[in-house]
Structure formats: structure tokens, C-alpha cells
T-cell receptor, first 110, second 115 residues
């Protein structure tokens, strides 16, 4: 079983719609969670950290469910520029190593 | 510097040759990480350096791969006797905090092609 699993998609989303997707992680001791965004042939960039109480950053909302070991990302009012691969990231140890999921592709269409 | 700098941005090499990839982390960042990403695949952890502690080399795929970090700053990843399966984008990242509580900042990567 992979340590971080994501639905690869693609999620095809009309512009202006809402899209949400999850990722599951296997290490119950994980304490830090992030969503990264990766555009085609570019490096990953930090989108947002995920906090226990859930957090929002503009149109993006992240949630953490420790009991079921998943995190989620919701994008409201999707823009064409939101088209990207979204990487779920979980800390793999207490010394900073992060484990990356393979990514969920989102395609926003006009 | 303002960001993580990697060089070269692209490298084409012949099978069997050695290559050196360089990473210059953000000034003051104590943690440095190397990952690689093959076409259409996720990120594969290779090695990380944190402060003055021994590096975690658990992700290096073979003994042809090695890395060092001099003076707690610049790092070089060396691949000896390159093989075609080594073709990938090699990404370096750095982090200010060493316990995984903040995310990484990635460089733009070195695209390695072994022909």
C-alpha cells in the first residue's frame, strides 16, 4: 500500500464550479499535512498547509480527518488557472522528510 | 538567494558517463532535500540533509548515486555510470525548519536525459 494515495483524475470541472478531492495516508503518526500544486513541466509549489481544525485560503478549503486518515481539498468558483496537478503531502518522519502523493489532475474548462 | 537555484537546468549525457547536479538552497535554510520525478510519475525521495546530522540516504536507488552538502549550503548530487532509467527531473528543495512542520521550497529542477 502506498503511504499517500490520491485519485489521479482527471477531474474535469466547468469554470465557476466547485471541485473536491481527497487523499488518504497510512502513517497514523503523521503530524504535518500540505497541498502542493504542480503545473505541467514545472516544480511543485506549496499551496497551503492543512491544520487540524480545517483552514481556508481564498477559494481553497482544506480539511483533515485524523480518525479516517484523509485530507481533502475543495476549490470553489474554479478558474481556468486552477488547472494543475494537486499533490497531497504528509510528513514521513519527525525530521522533515515529506511523502508526496502522485497527484490529482484538475482540468477547468471554459 | 531569493529561491532555490539548480544547475544545469537541462543535461543530456551518454549512457555510462558521470553527471553532477548542483543545488543552491535558500540562504539560512538548514534542511535540503533531493527528489526525482520521472515523466508522468510522482516524486521519489532520494536523500535529505538536515543541519549537521548525518544525511538520510535511504531513498538513493543504487550505489551509483551519491550526494554531499558542503558547509551546510550548496549540495551536489552525483550519478556515476548513468543508465537510461536515470532519465528524470531531479528536484532539490530546502526548508527553514527541520521537523517537517513547514513545507519545502523547490528549485526548478534539472532535467536529465541519458541517451
Amino acid at each position: 500500500r502506498k503511504e499517500v494515495e490520491q485519485d489521479p483524475g482527471p477531474f474535469n470541472v466547468p469554470e465557476g464550479a466547485t471541485v473536491a478531492f481527497n487523499c488518504t495516508y497510512s502513517n497514523s503518526a503523521s503530524q504535518s499535512f500540505f497541498w502542493y500544486r504542480q503545473d505541467c513541466r514545472k516544480e511543485p509549489k506549496l499551496l497551503m498547509s492543512v491544520y487540524s481544525s480545517g483552514n481556508e485560503d481564498g477559494r481553497f478549503t482544506a480539511q483533515l480527518n485524523r480518525a479516517s486518515q484523509y485530507i481533502s481539498l475543495l476549490i470553489r468558483d474554479s478558474k481556468l488557472s486552477d488547472s494543475a496537478t494537486y499533490l497531497c503531502v504528509v510528513n514521513a518522519d519527525s525530521w522533515g522528510k515529506l511523502q508526496f502523493g502522485a497527484g490529482t489532475q484538475v482540468v477547468v474548462t471554459p | 538567494g531569493a529561491g532555490v537555484s539548480q544547475s544545469p537546468s537541462n543535461k543530456v549525457t551518454e549512457k555510462g558517463k558521470d553527471v553532477e547536479l548542483r543545488c543552491d538552497p535558500i540562504s539560512g535554510h538548514t534542511a535540503l532535500y533531493w527528489y526525482r520525478q520521472s515523466l508522468g510519475q510522482g516524486l521519489e525521495f532520494l536523500i535529505y540533509f538536515q543541519g549537521n546530522s548525518a544525511p538520510d540516504k535511504s531513498g538513493l536507488p543504487s550505489d551509483r548515486f551519491s550526494a554531499e552538502r558542503t558547509g551546510g549550503s550548496v549540495s551536489t548530487l552525483t550519478i556515476q555510470r548513468t543508465q537510461q532509467e536515470d532519465s528524470a527531473v531531479y528536484l532539490c528543495a530546502s526548508s527553514l525548519e527541520t521537523r517537517g512542520r513547514v513545507g519545502y521550497t523547490f528549485g526548478s529542477g534539472t532535467r536529465l536525459t541519458v541517451v
